[in-house]
């Protein structure tokens, strides 16, 4: 059991970080295999279905299979994302405190109340990007609109006139000059709930406390926990692009047309990627949530306490209560203060 705690600055959580990836490797890589082994055969399934179709000459049904199956894809991917999140948060917890932690064991905790995790990243979720998914809704739409009706004349496909362009260019201006602000608000907003999930794992809140409870813990903490992101976000960027820089310049030199087998080969690569990448990020928010509590609520005092069998504190000494005089009963005079003589 880990004794130790203490304030950390934003290097030592970054070794922290480093160290117990290193030294819990198969542990944090095996929770997240079950999240990307899903992507992985929910890819591969759709990549065989795009070709049985194409064998079967029915390349106009797979659009509508495509955009069905994306669907299901999405659905599948948000509760095992989910899933992983909660387990590798369940798992960093155990481990950074100096217990026994197991991919079974990771999961199984966070089983019973895995919609509860799932609904606050919800919340979560809605909250942090909704301007970001308003203002591309309405401009694509508006590119839909404008370029593709307009652009088409019956079968024939026409250059969309002078009026529209001069639309669609003053709309895309617009539509930069509002995404820089909604950008900020949605780094600002995913910092101010980037404790969410640690607190509500740990502490077992419900949504909207854990989200209160991120609020009040991350005060303080938020331009190392994006410096966190930043670094993460680098990593995770750097390792995709040295793992999929060959299908990158196959699919140039092949404009963009790939084989069956490549396009398998391709996903492979990135369950290895999501599997080794995944856990990086879980891992420092749990560390930035307990450095947290132990600069703002002394938690390592109490963890100490805790691991010397002093959690449990006596109750209170209530004092008895006097009996109540009953009617008629004659009560004892009042005896006179010290020093007064009695008359």
């Known amino acids: 059991m880990e004794t130790t705690l203490r304030p950390l600055t934003v290097s030592e959580i970054l070794d922290r970080t480093a160290q117990l990836y290193r030294s819990n490797f198969l542990l944090f890589a095996g929770i997240s295999s079950v999240y990307a082994g899903v992507l992985l055969v929910l890819s591969l399934l759709q990549i065989a279905l795009q070709e049985i179709l194409r064998l079967a000459h ?145 502490e077992n809140l419900k949504a909207r406390k854990a989200l209160r409870r991120s609020i009040d813990l991350s005060k303080g903490a938020r331009g190392r926990i994006f410096l966190l992101g930043v670094l993460t976000f680098v990593i995770q960027i750097g390792l995709v692009l040295i793992t999929q820089m060959f299908f990158i310049v196959f699919g140039i030199k092949h404009h963009g047309e790939l084989s069956a087998a490549v396009r398998a080969l391709q996903q492979v690569v990135a369950f290895f990627t999501n599997t080794f990448v995944g856990p990086i990020y879980a891992t420092g928010l749990t560390l930035f949530y307990y450095d947290q509590r132990v600069r703002k609520e002394g938690y390592d005092i109490e963890w100490m306490m805790q691991a010397a069998g002093m959690s449990q504190f006596p109750p209170p000494i209530v004092a008895e209560p006097q009996p109540s005089p009953v009617a008629g009963a004659e009560l004892p005079p009042e005896l006179p203060p010290p020093g007064v003589p009695q008359t």
Not at 139 to 152: C, H, I, Q
Not at 154 to 170: K, T, Y
Request: net charge positive; with cysteine; hydrophobic share 60%.
């Open 58 to 202: 029915m390349t106009q049904q797979f659009q509508w299979l495509a955009w069905g199956a994306s669907g299901v894809t999405l659905l599948l991917a948000f509760i095992f994302a989910g899933a992983a999140v909660a387990a590798n948060n369940r798992a960093v917890a155990w481990v950074h405190l100096g217990e026994h932690a197991t991919i079974r064991g990771a999961y199984a905790g966070i089983l019973p109340r895995l919609g509860r995790y799932l609904w606050l990243m919800t919340i979560a979720a809605f909250v942090v990007w909704l301007p970001m998914v308003i203002l591309c809704v309405g401009y694509f739409s508006l590119l839909l609109f404008y370029v593709g009706s307009k652009g088409l004349q019956g079968q024939a496909v026409v250059a969309p006139d002078n009026h529209s362009m001069i639309i669609v260019g003053v709309v895309s201006i617009v539509f930069v000059l509002l995404m820089i602000p909604a950008l900020v608000y949605t780094v600002l907003m995913g910092l101010r709930y980037s404790l969410a999930v640690p607190a509500c794992v740990v």
